[in-house]
């Protein structure tokens, strides 16, 4: 916790990497509940990005020591999590209240100050905004079982309202965030990085981006919007970077609600399901202009990734393939009798 605490300090002094390889192996035995093994897991998890890039894009470390990298991966594999910072991490459990209000703070900050802990914050309300959506798409999920018609408008609604809170929220992003995250697609590390111990062969793995938000993929599910080849791919690779709750909620969620919607014939409820569609591609186009501004301004994409972070296709191309998808999705409204 100490190193982790400092590590914006330890990077800038460029000494992170001798004080990890001074550091004695942690053992997991005094992690009980699922709460530390999450905090340990992401304190782990930024002591490894800082130690990889504290000499800057041109110098990753090739080896990652095993006095971190036995810890971290016996850790990850009780977490079910690859051995490398992900969204879950980074944003949905790197917070903590800061005062009996509900306002909230990182946990721990990467170098980039307030301008990254801005970047998490404002990720992590947008997480949050998505909470009640996804108590409806619950809601929706059981009144299907059932035909029940007004409880699945009741639940759309719900997803509707967070879907515009998150757009909302999402407004607040003013910040770019430029640290690398990943070992995948990284010409300085071209087949990924050794963990000390664990294998000899190095491995590629994705880094932390929002892409990685379940709740994104939650909606996705419940409303059937249908992606095809190379998306697909790319979203269900994301999938394998959420913890396995989330990866089971998303399964759970790919059902049958359109084809229920078309066979109803229910102007009404036809309405409140594309009312849900246009709010989940209102939230996509107000995305995809964000990433076009930071393009713009920084001649990079502002996140973790480089600028073929999706498995080859081009970032702008993928992201406007997926909203596409989501307007597809609409239901021609049926005439009222
Ligand atoms: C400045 C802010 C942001 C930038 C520059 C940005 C950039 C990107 C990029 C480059 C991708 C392409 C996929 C990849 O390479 O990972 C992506 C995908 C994605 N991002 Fe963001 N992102 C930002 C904020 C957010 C936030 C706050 C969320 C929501 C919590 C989010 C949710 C997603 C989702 C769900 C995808 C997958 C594509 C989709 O389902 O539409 N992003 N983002």
């Known amino acids: 916790m100490d190193i982790a605490c400092n590590l914006t300090h330890l990077i800038e002094s460029r000494t992170l990497r001798d004080v990890v390889q001074k550091m004695p192996e942690l053992s997991l035995h005094h992690l009980h509940s699922h709460r530390e093994l999450r905090l340990a897991r992401l304190a782990l998890g930024i002591i490894t990005m800082g130690y990889v890039w504290q000499e800057g894009q041109m110098a990753p470390a090739q080896v990652l020591p095993r006095n971190i990298a036995v810890p971290y991966c016996l850790l990850s594999q009780k977490l079910c999590l690859p051995p490398i910072l992900v969204y879950a991490d980074l944003v949905l459990a790197n ?17 980039g100050g307030e301008t990254c802990s801005g970047f998490l914050i404002v990720s992590m309300l947008v997480e949050k905004a998505a909470g ?31 879907l515009k809170s998150m757009k909302e929220t999402f407004e607040l992003m003013h910040c770019k965030f430029d640290i690398k995250l990943q070992w995948r697609n990284n010409p300085m590390l071209p087949n990924g990085l050794v963990y000390e111990d664990i294998s000899d062969e190095p491995v590629l793995l994705s880094g932390g981006s929002a892409g990685q938000s379940s709740s994104i993929q939650c909606f996705d599910a ?49 309405r409140s399901y594309n009312s849900c569609i246009t709010a989940l591609l209102d939230l996509r186009n107000y ?22 972070g999706t498995g080859g296709s081009n970032i702008m191309g993928f992201l406007k393939t997926v909203r596409n998808n989501t307007q597809n999705a609409l239901i021609a409204e049926p005439q009222e009798m």
């Open 95 to 111: 917070w903590k209240l800061k005062d009996p209000n509900g306002n909230i703070e990182v946990i721990f900050s990467l170098p």
């Open 132 to 162: 009640p959506g996804i108590m409806g798409a619950l809601e929706v999920d059981r009144a299907l079982k059932t035909s029940d018609i007004s409880g699945i408008k009741e639940g759309l609604s719900k997803v509707t309202c967070a």
């Open 222 to 270: 419940l409303l059937c919007v249908q992606h095809s080849d190379e998306t697909a791919a790319f979203l269900a690779h994301i999938r394998e970077y959420m913890p396995a709750p989330h990866q089971r909620l998303i399964h759970s969620l790919s059902g049958s609600l359109r084809d229920f919607i078309m066979s109803c014939s229910n102007p009404d409820l036809c």
């Open 287 to 308: 995305h995809i202009n964000t990433v076009a501004k930071y393009r713009l301004c920084t001649g990079g994409v502002g996140m973790a990734l480089d600028s073929r």
